[in-house]
């Protein structure tokens, strides 16, 4: 047994100690870069619809996901455990370095980039390929500066978050539209729906990123009420969350939280 592998495995099982997997399997391969800058302030806002990580309870430690990843908006919100994988790459930190990311925007396909060498056409972010497009100081966690781009393992991971989750409120003239931040558990909603004080449940749809959207001509003047259920699979119902008097640009926060 190599000593590059014997390391990864000691490292892998390391990690598993610190994290909870959000189904138990293998550690899946992919590539890693890193855009944003050494203070990440140009990874804020993106293709999930968030936009102050640090308030809607990101934070620094980020990616944006290629297509075969970021799943049309469907994993945003989603936490990554994030291992160098040294076996493939002279490129890792020294020591026994991983990092935990949130999927926070997309990183595109370029189609007039030509395969040259390592790089495929379309680049690193073009489908089929799994890759993370990090945070720069999320990415120096695991890799070195200089490198550019990193073979990693990966897991999806339990995602933790101080409090409860959060409702922005957005549209016009009866087009609703409610940005879902800070999301425990699994990270991410599979499906969502709206309740006012004088209305039946009224189902959601997923809009863009982690932003929901329903018709309906009569919920401004009325208290919301919001049931989610997580990709995790677990059902929430946030009674009363949104006060009559809500407004459009206005965030709601509340004290539940997913498990998974």
């Known amino acids: 047994m190599g000593k590059r592998f014997l390391h990864q495995l000691v490292l892998a099982v390391a990690v598993a100690l610190f994290v909870s997997p959000v189904r138990s399997g293998d550690w899946l391969p992919a590539t890693a870069t890193f855009y944003g800058g050494a203070d990440g302030s140009d990874t804020m806002g993106g293709a999930c ?81 799994p890759h993370f497009d990090m945070s720069q100081p999320a990415w120096e966690n695991i890799g070195i500066y200089s490198a550019g781009v990193i073979n990693v393992l990966y897991q999806r991971v339990k995602c933790w978050k101080s409090g409860g989750v959060r409702f922005t409120m957005a549209g016009f003239n009866g087009f609703y539209m409610v940005l879902v931040t800070n999301v425990a558990g699994s990270g991410s909603i599979q499906s969502m729906a709206v309740k006012g004080n004088n209305t039946d449940w009224i189902p959601m749809y997923r809009n863009w990123g982690a932003n929901w959207h329903c018709l309906s001509g009569g919920l401004v003047g009325q208290g919301l009420s919001f049931a989610l259920v997580s990709t995790g699979g677990q059902n929430l119902v946030f009674k009363d969350v949104v006060p009559a008097w809500w407004q459009f640009g206005q965030t709601y926060t509340t004290y539940q939280n997913f498990d998974y």
């Open 49 to 129: 619809g968030y936009s102050d990580l640090y308030e809607q309870g990101y934070g620094i430690n980020n990616a944006a996901l290629s297509t075969a990843l970021f799943n049309d908006g469907a994993s945003c919100g989603q936490c990554y455990v994030i291992i160098c994988d040294s076996s493939k790459t002279q490129w890792c930190k020294p020591g026994n370095n991983w990092v935990v990311v949130s999927a926070t925007n997309f990183c595109p396909p370029n189609w007039d980039l030509p395969a040259v060498g390592d790089l495929p056409a379309g680049g690193w972010c073009a489908p089929p390929r």
